[in-house]
């Protein structure tokens, strides 16, 4: 292995410890129909908005009706969801008027 290919696997291989401690640093992926259910049944959210990030891919953010969990969730064209984020104590906001 190469000088600089050694201290790039030696970076990541210091950095990775501190990046598995954080729930968010391993992505969960499933098919979306699976992970559409487990959004209903396990942690009992909704979808509450979506936006189309390109052709390929669609952003949508569920939540638990009394606010207590969120989900923000990667679905692709090919069948694929992932879990991007998470949290607690969501709030939907409504717009305000800017006149």
């Known amino acids: ?3 600089p290919a050694l201290s790039l696997a ?3 291989a210091l950095s990775a410890a501190p990046l598995a401690a954080n729930p968010i ?3 969960i992926c499933a098919p979306t129909d699976e992970m559409t ?3 209903i049944t396990q942690f009992g959210e909704n979808r509450v908005g979506t936006g189309v990030r390109d ?3 669609v952003m949508e953010i569920w939540a638990a ?3 207590q969990s969120w989900t923000m969730v990667a679905t692709y064209a090919r069948g694929v969801s992932c879990i991007v984020a998470m949290g607690e ?3 939907t ?3 305000t008027d800017p006149a």
């Open 10 to 12: 030696a970076i990541l």
């Open 1 to 3: 292995m190469s000088r």
């Open 55 to 57: 052709p390929e891919q």
């Open 89 to 91: 104590h969501w709030q």
């Open 25 to 27: 640093a391993e992505v």
């Open 65 to 67: 009706d009394d606010g």
């Open 37 to 39: 259910e487990r959004l």
């Open 93 to 95: 906001t409504l717009p």
